[in-house]
């Protein structure tokens, strides 16, 4: 994801002996670095800036300003440009200083010419991945839209997008169902953050796993003394999440008395800590998750019918992956810039055939899945386990191909800014052409547009 505008890594040397300077500068324009030479420390001042796209190599012992205050200077302009400090023999006490002081590393002289290139090298790969980590965390904080959170340009996602803008100001309590992986939680904190009640607190809770006294004082809450090991009063997540969005997932394995208890809740809009009898107002939204159908629930997990239509006053349901297969090339490329980010490694570029397969995988773990193999593909590891992507459905060639042609449509339509005509040029197909292609697949340009 390297900004394929920027000029290539520079080398700034400082070395006031001219034999040196030019014996050096010539070594490494020979292994392909572009160098620029200065005979002081004051030359090369004007050329530090934040954001340096190079390095900084200087001898320590210079006339004027020495490589140590230099080295000052570049950390507090930007420590994040690597400093190679030049030193003669006998100074490796200085140089450990200057490690101690950010240096990235010392070279002794005399150096040969291998020993310089092979130092400078790792040091401008190490600035190159910095600098590239850096541009991935400015585009992804600047990312807030819902867009970009839920991520898809199916019609399944968009009118999922949709639903959820028209309906996060409201207080209507909101069931999500879908498959396990498929992003429940990622869609009820959308909702909570598009809503009112975003600077509230959005209070999480899975329903699986619990005992039922734990879980009814986890929701709830319970005075010091109601039970055994309740040594003092405990703030239970309805009211913690008051003025804010209380999520409950894997509601289908509530316990059947707790389910009463919450019904009577919503209902009431009030409600008591274990142990007391005082009544506290309930001011949070209810937004609930499962995996389950509700109104068709096994015999041991069974799950009362008023309860569901209490919580379900509005049902968002999020499609398993392997049914919208057209978003996976973007869920890819989103996971992996937020992988390369995280472990400070650089964005692959899937093969072909990577993508064929990541296209005709089954995905039983759904975006979770997906999500964990672009972090596996950073990290060089195999995308998918052979076992498992076996198990793919088979696909027609021209289901395939219409999945791979959508998606170099919309990457066109991205890459020119929504402009039909500047697209059909880069695509090197008649406009008319294109517009029956975007008419074909219902894709409109204008959404493509910058704000």
């Not at 140089?95 to 092979?118: H, L, N, T, W």
């Not at 968009?158 to 869609?187: M, Q």
């Not at 979770?368 to 793919?392: F, H, T, W, Y």
Request: glycine share 8%.
């Amino acid at each position: 994801m390297s900004d394929p505008s920027a000029a290539p890594p520079v080398v700034l040397y400082v070395e006031d002996d001219p034999s040196v300077r030019l014996g050096s500068t010539q070594s490494l324009q020979l292994a392909g670095f572009e160098v620029r030479a200065y005979g002081s420390a004051e030359q090369v001042a004007a050329h530090l800036v934040p954001g340096l796209r190079g390095i900084l190599v200087t001898d320590v012992r210079l006339p004027g300003m020495d490589g140590l205050r230099l080295l000052e200077r570049v950390q507090q302009i930007d420590a994040g440009i690597p400093v190679i400090l030049v030193t003669g023999h006998g100074d490796i006490s200085m140089a450990v200083q200057a490690m101690r002081m950010g240096a990235y590393d010392f070279i002794e002289k005399p150096f040969s010419p291998e020993q310089i290139c092979e130092v400078v090298g790792r040091a401008i790969e190490k600035r190159s991945l910095s600098l590239e980590v850096d541009l991935l965390r400015t585009r992804l904080s600047g990312i807030n839209t819902i867009d970009a959170k839920i991520v898809g340009r199916s019609s399944a996602m968009t009118d999922l997008r949709r639903v959820v803008l028209d309906i996060a100001s409201t207080n209507a309590e909101v069931l999500i169902t879908g498959e396990t992986g498929t992003g429940k939680e990622l869609v009820a904190r959308c909702l909570h953050d598009y809503s009112k009640r975003k600077d509230g607190a959005f209070a999480a809770l899975n329903c699986g796993g619990m005992p039922e006294l734990l879980f009814e004082s986890e929701v709830f809450g319970h005075e010091a003394g109601s039970f055994t090991g309740a040594a003092k009063r405990h703030i239970g997540k309805i009211e913690h999440a008051s003025g804010g969005t209380l999520f409950l997932d894997e509601i289908e394995t509530m316990p059947l008395s707790l389910q009463v208890k919450l019904l009577r809740t919503l209902q009431e809009r009030n409600f008591e800590r274990l142990g007391s009898n005082e009544l506290l107002p309930m001011d949070c939204r209810i937004i609930a998750a499962t995996k389950a159908d509700l109104l068709h629930p096994p015999p041991e997990l069974p799950f009362r019918n008023d309860l569901y239509y209490r919580l379900g006053v509005v049902v968002l349901h999020i499609a398993p992956l392997r049914e919208r297969r057209e978003d996976i090339p973007a869920l890819f490329s989103h996971f992996l810039m937020q992988a390369a980010v995280r472990y400070e490694r650089d964005v692959p570029d899937p093969s072909p055939a990577q993508r064929q397969a990541l296209m005709q995988h089954h995905w039983p773990g759904n975006v979770r899945e997906l999500r964990n193999s672009a972090d596996r593909m950073v990290l060089g590891l195999p995308v998918i386990d052979g076992s498992v992507a076996q198990k793919a459905e088979p696909r027609s060639l021209d289901a395939q191909l219409a999945v791979f042609e959508r998606h170099l449509l919309e990457e066109a339509l991205t890459a020119c800014g929504g402009r039909a005509a500047t697209a059909s040029e880069m695509l090197q197909i008649p406009k008319k052409t294109l517009y029956d292609k975007l008419k074909r697949f219902g894709i409109g340009a204008d959404e493509f547009r910058a704000p």
